[in-house]
């Protein structure tokens, strides 16, 4: 299996109505916490979602308010032990703008295109061409965002079309890059999606309720293609930006965050999650924000704001170092059907 480290990027560019904003961002946070994290929106989860193992075999590990991350001693999936019902889950990232606004914005679109975009879709056409010698032919990317991965499998040349539930991000693609986004729930869909050769979760299976059956429904659609592809990226337990986070719990608004990530999964547990579904992994890479969390943690905790600025140069080095060690806090991994 092929493994790649690092992905550099200007990120305090990328982030800089959040580096800016620190505390406005965390007080948006809380609030939505304190709206949706309510006894009548949350589930208390009995077993794993990745393995099925009890949850009475899961060791927690961090306190947050309302509910706790615990880890599966079977498969060392990390997974809320309460948790928005289905319905809250789908009710939330469809109607709440904070979650979609950030990505949104025209005057670092193109630049998350270059910076962020471009390198996953490079990274996946590598993947593809390992194991078919050839570029795919057509890529499905599902939570699509505001559409700039799939702006830039268009710009490449490539049949790409996104799923995405929220109509604000649907907006917005439609603004930035004048195409239109499918408005479906991929697991629930029943549109016809078996052209495509190239399935790809990015950053969507830390955030949906059952990620077991979106990539079964994944495998579905894929085994019609002689040449098929799903590819993931998962926020990762064992990291850095975990163990920044986990010292301070009341000031995370990304990573371990409840209403973004209820799923944290460990390389075992998304290997499982894949196998299960009928992949056979392929290729793996690690990167992340770690370097960048914690800059952010600090300066916020010690009161200097121009810190993360004055630090910058050192972040993608650092971050390196991070990446190349396995403890970044973010994991994408291929698979062929």
């Known amino acids: 299996m092929s493994v790649l480290h690092h992905k550099p990027m200007d990120i305090l560019g990328l982030k800089q109505d959040i580096v800016k904003n620190f505390q406005r961002k965390i007080d948006e946070r809380n609030h939505d916490k304190a709206k949706w994290m309510t006894e009548e929106n949350l589930e208390r989860v009995s077993a794993c979602p990745i393995c099925g193992s009890s949850t ?3 060791d927690a590990i961090m306190d ?3 509910t706790r991350y615990v880890c599966c001693r079977q498969c060392q999936h990390v997974y809320l032990l309460k948790r928005l019902t289905r319905d809250a889950l789908e009710r939330y990232f469809k109607s709440d703008l904070n979650v979609n606004c950030m990505y949104a914005d025209p005057e670092i679109s193109q630049k998350r295109i270059e910076e962020v975009a471009k390198p996953k879709l490079n990274w996946a056409i590598d993947q593809y061409k390992n194991q078919y010698g050839e570029v795919p032919e057509s890529i499905l990317d599902i939570g699509s965002g505001a559409g700039h ?3 830039a499998a268009r710009e490449y040349g490539l049949a790409a079309d996104g799923i995405e ?3 604000s991000s649907r907006t917005d693609c439609k603004k930035l890059f004048g195409f239109d986004l499918i408005n479906t729930n991929f697991y629930e869909s029943d549109l016809d999606l ?5 399935i790809t979760f990015w950053g969507v299976l830390g955030l949906i309720y059952s990620p077991t059956d979106m990539l079964s429904k994944a495998f579905d659609c894929l085994r019609h293609s002689e040449k098929g592809m799903l590819i993931a990226s998962v926020p990762k337990w064992n990291s850095f930006g975990t163990s920044v986070q986990n010292i301070h719990t009341d000031t995370i608004i990304r990573h371990m965050n409840v209403l973004g990530h209820i799923h944290i999964y460990s390389e075992s547990s998304l290997a499982t999650a894949f196998v299960n579904a009928g992949f056979s992994p392929c290729g793996a890479w690690y990167y992340g924000m ?6 952010m943690q600090l300066s916020y905790l010690s009161n200097i704001p121009s810190l993360p600025e004055k630090t910058a140069q050192y972040i993608n080095p650092l971050q390196m ?6 403890l970044s806090d973010e994991i994408a991994l291929a698979g062929t059907i």
């Not at 078996?194 to 190239?198: F, I, K, M, R, V």
């Open 56 to 58: 009475q075999h899961a």
């Open 64 to 66: 947050l308010t309302n």
């Open 149 to 151: 991965f799939v702006q």
């Open 165 to 167: 539930i929220s109509e």
């Open 194 to 198: 078996t052209q495509y050769d190239l």
């Open 290 to 295: 770690d370097i960048y969390e914690f800059l």
């Open 321 to 326: 170092t991070i990446d190349h060690a396995g």
